[in-house]
Nanobody, 115 residues
Framework: QVQLVESGGGLVQTGGSLRLSCAAS????????LGWYRQAPGKQRELVAT???????NYADSVKVRFTISRDNVKNTVYLQMNSLKSDDTAVYYC?????????WGQGTQVTVSS
């Protein structure tokens, strides 16, 4: 059974930083692509960043340079380091992966950036 558990969200001021964690079970984070998505109120869920099994990363234009996705294969955890946060980054952040034809999502963690 695949399970993704996010943590690390919270309230931060504009320009601040947060690090989100996604602890995985039932899969090996080193063997497949994992991603972070976010959904702001009234908006569609959007891709933030992904990291592939080979370590290749991909970012939405809106977060390039400011956000960094990484993983710890021993802890089986994926991280999202978020710097220079803006009010537009306020959203619920979700961890995602896909195995076979099944999609797996975490429960989400709220990030609120106050000005």
């Amino acid at each position: 059974q695949v399970q993704l558990v996010e943590s690390g969200g919270g309230l931060v001021q504009t320009g601040g930083s947060l690090r989100l964690s996604c602890a995985a079970s039932g899969i090996s984070v080193s063997a497949r692509t994992l991603g972070w998505y976010r959904q702001a109120p009234g908006k569609q869920r959007e891709l933030v960043a992904t990291i592939g099994s080979g370590g290749i990363t991909n970012y939405a234009d809106s977060v390039k340079v400011r956000f960094t996705i990484s993983r710890d294969n021993v802890k089986n955890t994926v991280y999202l380091q978020m710097n220079s946060l803006k009010s537009d980054d306020t959203a619920v952040y979700y961890c995602y992966t896909r195995r076979s034809s099944d999609d797996y999502w975490g429960q989400g963690t709220q990030v609120t950036v106050s000005s």
